[in-house]
């Protein structure tokens, strides 16, 4: 089946978070991580099905959801996972609060990196990812020398946003290895699995590492970004031990709401019917992708490391003159986030993120944009 990713359906004057930031501007929203590409018509198709049926009362996950998420990670994975494990949640956000209520104690992560990171953790250790021959990576003596004596949760964003690494199996053994020495228990958010854009390469889950890796560990995935679902609000965590697990659950108790019923007909329907759309929305993001690196190549003053995952590109615009980027891009029609979101004050000032998960067209309407602020200057 063919799927066209070149036509969209227009969101201005509706619903959508995204596109009403700048209602009524000639701005090109290019900012929070959701595309805007319709989904895969067998999810549509499910949804109409349910929504026929009629009732929406409290819905709990029935034994064929469960069937295909684990299907999925094992199929795309290789992750034999007991349905045990799996405790679902309304999004991947409040996984990560939850998860530091359940561990206790301080958390590190590294930045850049998604802005809820930053705000989940009561005590938050952080160190920068390094640039290094053009890749992003990890300078694991500077996050050694900031875990304090009550760190005990090593917060992982894999693949990671937003510098669109996917991390490698040494990179991540050797996390393991710092997690094992410190005695860390590991919040991995692989909400980006399912769009690893270079072909033939597997994500490999932080908890497939060990035995070990996998009990110190709380993986959260959600169908969410892969199939364009962040609006239906359904993710899961997988946590294998039995004493996490329970300390994972009673942290939510109460206070996180039940996922809804049409969030988890969405999830079906995705690990089950949606694997052709998949591959073809990965390709075509490759391709945009491609476009996005090549054109901020030949701009003056911008740069930005190879995406390896994700729809979202790490622009480096210190050089480019502007004081302030993102509100410089804006105002030459192009809405972005602000590098000064993701990481303490100062750390990312001259940085943006910019999302590519859009039509073809409109990316190269919003680089000509970006030239022309430069141009400009």
Do not use: Q
């Amino acid at each position: 089946m063919a799927f066209d990713f070149d036509r969209a359906p227009d969101r201005t004057g509706g619903d959508s978070v995204k596109w009403n930031r700048w209602a009524g501007r000639d701005v090109l929203p290019m900012w929070v991580a959701d595309m805007d590409f319709a989904v895969a018509p067998a999810i549509r198709e499910a949804l109409h099905r349910r929504v026929e049926h009629g009732v929406f009362g409290y819905a709990e996950p029935w034994p064929s959801l469960v069937e295909a998420v684990t299907g999925h990670l094992a199929g795309e994975y290789a992750w034999e996972v007991d349905p045990a494990w799996i405790v679902w949640l309304p999004g991947l956000v409040s996984g990560l609060h939850v998860a530091c209520r359940a561990v206790g104690g301080g958390a590190f992560t590294a930045h850049p990196v998604y802005p809820p990171f930053l705000a989940a953790p009561e005590r938050l250790a952080t160190a920068p990812l390094r640039l290094e021959g053009g890749r992003w990576g990890w300078d694991l003596d500077a996050v050694e020398g900031a875990l304090g004596p009550d760190t005990r949760l090593f917060l992982l964003c894999h693949p990671h946003n937003p510098v669109g690494r996917a991390w490698d199996e040494g990179e991540l053994r050797a996390i393991d290895a710092l997690a094992e020495r410190r005695g860390l228990a590991v919040c991995s958010d692989e909400i980006h699995c399912g769009l690893l854009l270079e072909p033939g390469r597997r994500h490999r889950p932080y908890a497939t590492l060990s035995g070990a890796a996998a009990r110190r560990s709380i993986t959260l995935m959600a169908p969410s970004k892969t199939f364009n679902l962040p609006g239906l609000g359904c993710a899961f965590a997988v946590v294998p031990d039995p004493g996490l697990r329970s300390r994972f659950r009673g942290a939510l108790r109460g206070i996180v709401p039940h996922v809804n019923v049409l969030g988890l007909v969405a999830c079906e329907a995705a690990f089950r019917h949606a694997g052709e759309w998949r591959r073809a929305l990965v390709d075509y993001l490759r391709g945009n992708r491609d476009r996005v690196l090549e054109a901020v190549g030949a701009l003056p003053g911008l740069r930005a490391a190879p995406v390896e995952a994700t729809f979202l590109a790490w622009i480096d615009a210190r050089a480019s003159g502007l004081e302030r980027p993102h509100r410089a891009f804006e105002a030459a029609g192009v809405g972005l986030s602000a590098g000064t979101d993701f990481g303490p004050p100062g750390a990312w000032d001259g940085f943006v993120r910019l999302n590519f998960g859009c039509p073809r067209a409109r990316l190269d309407e919003a680089l000509a944009r970006m030239a022309r602020a430069l141009s400009r200057r």
